[in-house]
């Protein structure tokens, strides 16, 4: 079901346009020549410092975060409008503070940090004064299977010992990268979805090696991009342990549920700044005798995207909905299902947009290979397609054949 925005949705949604409008497209190759001009483009360009600060004047920030405590005090529905607009330009999500993996492990600390967690990290996270990541996927193992996960935490004493090499641990390596939240093995014969904790290894700690660089489909996604880490022998104190030995999958759970809101809003974004992008371009591009606008086959996949966009984000905004009204555990039907739709609509939709620009399409000159690159990985990232299809297969099985028993 749709529903009105509340009141203050509704202004910052405009604000945002706005600001978006003024100052985040504008810079977008300012943002990228910064970032080549320097020795390394491993630095934070000046122009996204500046760009945040004007984010936090305009209180254009945290917008994610649903406790008024913390953040706007916006529900999922609500704020998934806002994600919407900014995933129409990959710099935008940290402008504002809403980038990922910092957001999920924002709501991490918030949910399931210490007081002394949250005094620590979650207050310079909350400010943007450093950055996270989050480190689950290892390169020798399907970690579509969590249960696969082989990294150890063992305790010695008061303190956690780590052995654990983790790969896609994105953010990683942008400077001021300072915490990683990481998921490994406590106890491996315990009851299967009791073996994994969730740890706090902050990035200075001896014996933390970053190996190598990640590109996605060529891309180095500066400053942030992705890093495969070796944990040897990796020494954190007790009081490191997030919520408790064996509570991992827990505490995924809670982080995984309106973190997928945010990457599917994110992705339907893309995909309407890829159908502007069309439409500009088929008004103003003439081949064989007529614009491209005249052209019917330019009609007919403007028509097609349209009505994808339409469905994946009414799919998207009622998985939103159920999740504010039920909780996530009662949305997982609808959030794999939008997990499944959004990243392929997004595709469909630049796919087609890179057709009509033609070699101008796959070039940097315009921001569509950018966005296909990101979004073919959110058809991996938080579980590929294919668990996600078997999710939904086996919950509505159950309640179509629930359905059926009640009637007889």
């Known amino acids: ?15 945002l346009i706005d600001f978006m409008n003024e100052y985040v497209y504008p810079n977008e190759m300012i ?10 483009r491993w630095i934070v360009p000046p122009i996204m410092e500046e760009l945040k600060e ?13 406790d008024t405590e913390y953040g706007q005090g916006l529900t999922n529905y609500d704020y998934a409008h806002l994600c919407e607009i900014m995933g129409r ?16 492990n924002m709501e991490v600390f918030i949910k399931y940090g210490t007081e002394e967690q949250k005094k620590q990290w979650l207050e310079p996270l909350l400010k943007g004064e450093i950055r996270s990541c989050f480190s689950m996927t290892e390169p020798d193992v399907a970690s579509s299977d969590a249960t696969n996960i082989q990294g150890s935490i063992v305790r010695d004493g008061n303190e956690y010992v780590i052995n654990a090499t983790k790969w896609w641990t994105t953010g990683a390596l942008y400077p001021n990268c300072k915490i990683a939240i990481l998921m490994g093995k406590t106890d491996p014969n315990a009851a299967k979805y009791q073996q994994q904790s969730m740890i706090l290894v902050p990035l200075d700690t001896p014996g933390v090696e970053i190996k190598r660089h990640l590109p996605v489909f060529g891309y180095d996604e500066a400053p942030h991009g992705h890093a495969e880490i070796r944990y040897n022998n990796v020494r954190v104190p007790v009081e490191n342990m997030l919520l408790g ?10 982080r995984l549920g309106p973190g997928r809101i945010h990457h599917c809003m994110r992705a339907i974004g893309a995909a309407e700044r890829a159908l502007e992008l069309l439409c500009k371009r088929a008004e103003t591009r003439e081949a064989f005798g007529s614009l491209l606008s005249e052209k019917e086959v330019i009609r007919e996949i403007i028509a097609e995207s349209r009505i994808e966009i339409e469905q994946a984000r009414l799919l998207t905004l009622h998985a939103a909905h159920k999740i504010d009204q039920e909780g996530a555990k009662a949305a997982r039907k609808e959030i794999a ?11 469909n939709v630049i796919d087609r947009a890179i ?10 000159d315009f921001p569509l290979a950018a966005h296909w690159a990101n979004a073919r990985t959110l058809r991996i990232v938080d579980g590929p397609d294919q668990v996600h299809l078997r ?6 099985l159950r309640e179509q054949l629930k359905t059926e028993a009640e009637v007889k």
Do not use: Y
């Not at 299902?337 to 595709?347: D, F, G, Q, W």
């Open 31 to 40: 943002f990228e020549n910064q970032l080549n001009e320097g020795e390394s």
């Open 391 to 396: 999710d939904v297969g086996r919950l509505e």
């Open 54 to 66: 004007k984010a936090k004047e305009q209180g254009l920030w945290n917008l994610f975060l649903h």
């Open 337 to 347: 299902m939008i997990k499944i739709a959004a990243p392929r609509v997004s595709l």
């Open 355 to 364: 057709q009509a620009f033609g070699g101008a399409g796959v070039s940097e």
């Open 245 to 254: 030995e064996g509570r991992g999958f827990e505490i995924a759970q809670g």
């Open 89 to 104: 330009s990959l710099i935008a999500p940290e402008i504002f503070n809403c980038n990922a993996p910092d957001t999920g």
């Open 1 to 15: 079901m749709l529903k009105d925005l509340s009141p203050r949705a509704q202004q910052l949604k405009k604000e």
